[in-house]
Structures are given as structure tokens and as C-alpha cells.
């Protein structure tokens, strides 16, 4: 079992940036690939940004490419998300989530473990 808690959401004009960070206990972190999913209301759970176990191979959507960054840190079983130049369609409670296996993955119903999720709103 892998426990998850994200912070580092708030409220943010629109051309700001927030780091989110996702902390993670209870199995082998650098076992782990890493995720960041985002859901705005009355809208589906997207992908956002994915890490692999070392941090080596990074995927992201298009809507985020160039704007936002995804990292870990594997000594302190951590993983971040940079977000950059933010809009306000960004608004949404953005998720962490593991995933055991080694092959990024950018469906929700792929990944294994999930977090209880942080309020990022940008405003106009």
C-alpha cells in the first residue's frame, strides 16, 4: 500500500506559478512511477504529467507542455510539479498517483494509488 498527500495548492493569478508537492510513504518510492492528474468541475480526470521510477522519462499532455515540469526526488520519496505561467483554465484539484509497473501510463484507470488531491484556482 502507498499512501499519497499533496500540497502546494492555492489561488494564483493567471501568469503565476505554483509548486505542487506529493509526498509518498508505505512502499519503495523509486519502484514507483509517478503521475500528476487534474480534475476541473463537471469535467473528466485528465492527465497532467508523468515521471518515470528514476525520473529519467518525463511525459506530458499538450495543454501543459513547456509550461509546467514534473520532478522527484527519490531520497526524500517526493515528487513536484512546477507550473508555470498558469491560466485559468489550469483550475482544478490536481491528484498524485503511483503506479507500480515501469512504463509511463497517462490513463487514471492505469495507475494503482492515488492522493486526496489539491485546489489550484487561477484567476483572470
Known amino acids: 500500500q502507498v499512501q499519497l498527500v499533496e500540497s502546494g495548492g492555492g489561488l494564483v493569478q493567471a501568469g503565476g506559478s505554483l509548486r505542487l508537492s506529493c509526498a509518498a510513504s508505505?512502499?519503495?518510492?523509486?519502484?514507483?512511477?509517478m503521475g500528476w492528474f487534474r480534475q476541473a468541475p463537471g469535467k473528466e480526470r485528465e492527465f497532467v504529467a508523468t515521471t518515470s521510477w528514476s525520473g529519467s522519462r518525463t511525459l506530458y499532455a499538450d495543454s501543459v507542455k513547456g509550461r509546467f515540469t514534473i520532478s522527484r526526488d527519490n531520497a526524500k520519496d517526493t515528487v513536484f510539479l512546477q507550473m508555470n505561467s498558469l491560466k485559468p483554465e489550469d483550475t482544478a484539484v490536481y491528484y498524485c498517483?503511483?503506479?507500480?509497473?515501469?512504463?509511463?501510463?497517462?490513463?487514471?484507470?492505469?495507475?494503482?494509488?492515488w492522493g486526496q488531491g489539491t485546489q489550484v484556482t487561477v484567476s483572470s
Open positions: 508505505g512502499r519503495t518510492f523509486s519502484r514507483l512511477s
Open positions: 498517483a503511483a503506479d507500480r509497473a515501469f512504463s509511463l501510463k497517462e490513463q487514471a484507470n492505469e495507475y494503482d494509488f
